[in-house]
């Protein structure tokens, strides 16, 4: 199908909107009436036409305003992208990944043509036609893992694989939830992870790391992670806490509808061919409460993962504060019947 891009904004007047395609496709991530971390990867093999799991990189209606408040984050603040000088190896075979996926998979959108090195790129949607040289960083205007990651929807960690660990020595990141780049640059996997509440007494990041050290190339890996966000902000850094973390003081029983959004990560993770490292794009959907309780059986099972779920990751997940007001108002969406039960 043709898509129509929203002109939309993720911050200011929020002009953020789904549309009803959207909302039915967005990645309900609950499949019981209750939550806890897990080791929940599966492998990211398409799925059903239309969800956003069909295609490796799922471009969706808030492609350009997404792409537009990545390059306002990028200018207010460079930091949000950075590669370490050993990485731009993996930067060129991300390149190629995305710019290979993307032509194949939208090919309406995006067409790669290559002869050699000699490489051509064109995106319709953001109006680039570009030629340079594969692995000649002097014929792009930006290292290759910025230059297309300016052009992708979702933050991406670039891990360099050694001594069994992998490592944050590249990524861009502008549509975070609470973590920040600058800071976890050059850490592993259990040092990036240290903040998390309950999961590592509960053997979940050894089990991960050894299932990441193994994904090999042409078999990607996915899985969900979800938080909550009031507006639909992007931008939930550290860096910027003073600007949004005042904003959840905001939430009323008259506002909570529109403005308390289930955020939803699509995570992905990708073997590089020439740098053996591994990709890992975190792909944010957000989807505001009362859109959400257009579908009755995602309004009662969202009542009882909120109400049940334990207070440490509550907490963490930042809405601890305003947890009665949201059961307040999810409350009247649950009648009681067994979320099992289809609609
Ligand atoms: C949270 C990165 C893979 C489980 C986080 C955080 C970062 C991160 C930066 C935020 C930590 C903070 O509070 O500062 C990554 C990267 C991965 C990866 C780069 C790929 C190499 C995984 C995998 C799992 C996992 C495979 C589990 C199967 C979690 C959990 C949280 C978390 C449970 C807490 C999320 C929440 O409650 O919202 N991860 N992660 N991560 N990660 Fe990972």
């Known amino acids: 199908m043709t898509l129509q891009f929203n002109d939309e904004t993720f911050r200011d007047d929020y002009s953020f909107h789904n549309s009803e395609r959207a909302i039915k496709r967005f990645p309900f991530p609950f499949h019981e009436d209750s939550y806890m971390y897990s080791v929940n990867m599966e492998q990211h093999r398409g799925g059903p036409a239309d969800s956003v799991y069909e295609k490796r990189f799922d471009v969706d209606e808030h492609y350009v305003a997404e792409m537009r408040d990545r390059a306002l984050v990028l200018a207010d603040d460079p930091l949000r992208c950075q590669s370490l000088p050993h990485m731009t190896l993996a930067g060129w075979d991300l390149l190629e990944l995305i710019m290979v996926s993307k032509s194949e998979d939208y090919p309406d959108l995006f067409e790669l043509h290559r002869d050699g090195n000699n490489w051509r790129w064109i995106n319709k949607p953001l109006g680039i036609d570009d030629s340079f040289v594969f692995l000649d960083e002097t014929t792009l205007p930006y290292g290759p893992m ?54 590592h007494e509960k053997g979940i990041f050894v089990r991960a790391l050894k299932f990441l050290l193994n994904i090999q190339q042409g078999a990607p890996a996915r899985r969900l992670n979800w938080t909550m966000t009031v507006n639909p902000l992007l931008d939930t850094s550290p860096e910027n806490y003073h600007k949004w973390g005042v904003q959840k003081t905001t939430l009323t029983p008259e506002n909570i509808g529109a403005k308390q959004h289930l955020r939803v990560e699509l995570q992905t993770f990708f073997r590089l061919p020439r740098s053996n490292a591994l990709v890992f794009p975190i792909r944010c959907y957000l989807c505001s409460f009362q859109d959400l309780m257009t579908v009755p059986k995602w309004g009662r099972r969202l009542h009882r993962v909120v109400r049940d779920l334990p207070e440490e990751l509550a907490t963490y997940k930042g809405f601890i504060d305003n947890r009665p007001m949201m059961l307040d108002y999810l409350s009247d969406f649950d009648d009681g019947l067994p979320t099992s039960a289809g609609i």
């Open 146 to 199: 910025e230059y297309i990651t300016r052009q992708t929807q979702g933050d991406f960690c670039v891990l360099d694989q050694r001594d069994d660990n992998l490592w944050m020595d590249a990524g861009i990141v502008t549509t975070q939830a609470d973590w920040s780049l600058d800071f976890d640059i050059g850490m592993n996997f259990f040092e990036w992870h240290a903040p998390v509440p309950l999961a």
